[in-house]
């Protein structure tokens, strides 16, 4: 369902400390850009920011970095993480959120944005054959990341969808990445630290599992 225009995302976001109105000029030099240098963390389509504002708030010892390409998405993410930020009563120093194509990523950053981990949570499965090529995990995408993911990062990833789940198994072995940890039943495994997504809720609610998976570089 696309979200209806939401005319006051755009002033909001451009007068928020922690959004990046022009990504491009950080590019090599993101570290810089944070209060403390300390490890960051990237996720890709973040949604309304339901999980980089837990995520940020419970871990300052680690810089966030928030990425999706609609003003009104992102206008809803900001609000959620200062809402989160200030019921904790802490200083909102370690995240930066910003609007990118991230199939375009390789225009903010390079090799000089040392990325310790990814996640990417629920992304759109693009089930059609001829657009299978936008998925964040395809291949190609992968091998962007590459790029600033530091040896040893890893993607953390998340779906719904079987389909995709599969197919990205072939992708990261494509891009030579390394399964750490795999299950098809998040809820219902031993892996601990899970933090929901909007999305994920909704298709809990549905019965759907989650996919889930740890990919190493």
Sequence with gaps: ????????????????????????ENKGKWRETFEKDQPIY???GCGKGTFMA?????????????IDIKDEVLGLAKRNIVKAYEEKN???????????????????FDENDVIDRI???F??????????????????????????????????????????????????????????YITYDLHNSDFIGNVETEHEKMFTEKGIRTKFLIAVK
């Excluded at 802490?90 to 903010?108: G, R, V």
Aim: a positive charge; one cysteine or more; glycine letters at 2%.
């Design 123 to 180: 992304c759109n499965p693009w089930p059609r054959e001829k657009h299978k090529k936008r998925r964040l995990t395809h291949t190609r995408q992968l091998n962007q990341y590459r790029t600033f993911l530091r040896d040893n990062g890893e993607i953390y990833f998340k779906t719904d969808d079987d389909e995709l789940f599969e197919e990205s198994l072939e992708y990261f072995k494509e891009s030579k990445f390394t399964i750490k």
């Design 42 to 44: 990237l996720e890709l």
């Design 90 to 108: 802490m200083p909102l120093t370690n995240i930066k959120l910003m609007a990118q194509e991230i199939s375009l990523i390789s225009n903010i």
């Design 119 to 121: 996640y990417i949570n």
């Design 1 to 24: 369902m696309r979200m209806r225009k939401k005319p006051w995302a755009r002033p909001e976001l451009e007068a928020c400390s922690f959004f990046v109105i022009n990504p491009k």
């Design 54 to 66: 837990v995520h940020g708030s419970e871990n300052p010892n680690i810089n966030y970095m928030a």
